[in-house]
């Protein structure tokens, strides 16, 4: 009888055990928010307790290992590599990359602004695409981020096109004209704290950063989304928006990029 009762207990916890393990991979691949919180809170945690090191480290390492020297498109295979195969990161991402791309060809910049270095993946898309005598400055407010992005960028050899700079968005874009001598920006990519992006677009106008012409390229507008920047430049008369539909990096979930061109009428007239 005894024996009955317990091989019943083991069954039932087994078979609990297998339910509460399928629940969990059908949570996991049904909601982002599950998928995400799996990945970088529990998965990364892990992790970088056994290995002693950061996720952003181990993706320096196999760039490092990997990556053709001076090659940007080899340091961004690598990357893409690396984060779809093995630990999901808050790149651009291949996918929205070719948009990025396409943007900034479109731009055709002389200098430009990134908000939001993380490992320099975007950076690296931006650079390999600029003339020369062209530059991009990228703010980071993050010091092993800065660190380690200043490290893949040298191994993608731009490091001559590309100025990190170390702090928060709201202390270094007021110190732009002066200190950075930048008269005005003809493209900015936003990829930072969400809710920093209408503040900071604000800042750049407030701050004469943004001349007619001027494109801004806004990334994560439907996951996590950023709905103050959408209102106040969908609102605005002086930008001309356009929305790009996508996904987010390395996975099958909706997401989407925001162009906004400051009165590119105006613009137009100029030339």
């Known amino acids: 009888m005894l024996e ?8 039932s916890l087994g078979v609990g055990s297998i ?3 399928v629940a969990l991979f059908m949570l996991l691949k049904n909601n982002v928010h599950a998928k995400i919180f ?3 809170i529990v998965l990364e945690n892990i992790t970088n307790f056994v290995m002693d090191q950061s996720k952003e480290q181990r993706i320096l390492n196999s760039v490092s290992y990997n990556a053709v020297k001076g090659d940007p498109e080899s340091v961004i295979n690598c990357i893409d590599k690396y ?3 093995y630990e999901w990161a808050m790149n651009v991402g291949d996918e929205k990359g070719t948009i990025l791309d396409k943007v900034v060809e479109e731009a055709d910049p002389s200098v430009a602004l ?3 270095t993380y490992c320099g993946y975007s950076a690296i898309r931006i650079a390999r695409l600029l003339k020369p005598n062209t530059r991009l400055l990228t703010i980071e407010f993050n010091p092993e981020f800065a660190s380690i992005a200043k490290e893949i960028i040298e191994i993608a050899g731009l490091s001559e096109k590309v100025t990190i700079l170390e702090g928060h968005s ?3 874009i007021p110190q732009l004209k002066k200190k950075y001598e930048v008269e005005t920006l003809d493209f900015v990519f936003l990829d930072h704290w969400k809710e920093r992006y209408a503040p900071d677009t604000i800042l750049l106008e407030e701050c004469g950063l943004l001349r007619k012409g001027s494109i801004l390229l806004a990334d994560n507008i439907i996951y996590p989304g950023a709905p103050e920047f959408i209102k106040y430049i969908r609102s605005n008369k002086r930008f001309e928006c356009t929305s790009y539909p996508s996904h987010l990096e390395y996975m099958k ?5 925001e162009k906004a061109v400051k009165d590119p009428g105006a613009a137009a007239m100029l030339f």
């Open 170 to 172: 709201e202390d270094i």
């Open 4 to 11: 009955n009762w317990i091989l019943t207990i083991l069954v």
């Open 253 to 257: 979930v909706e997401d989407a990029m």
């Open 114 to 116: 990134e908000l939001g």
């Open 38 to 40: 799996w990945n970088e």
């Open 83 to 85: 984060c779809s195969q």
């Open 19 to 21: 339910l509460v393990m």
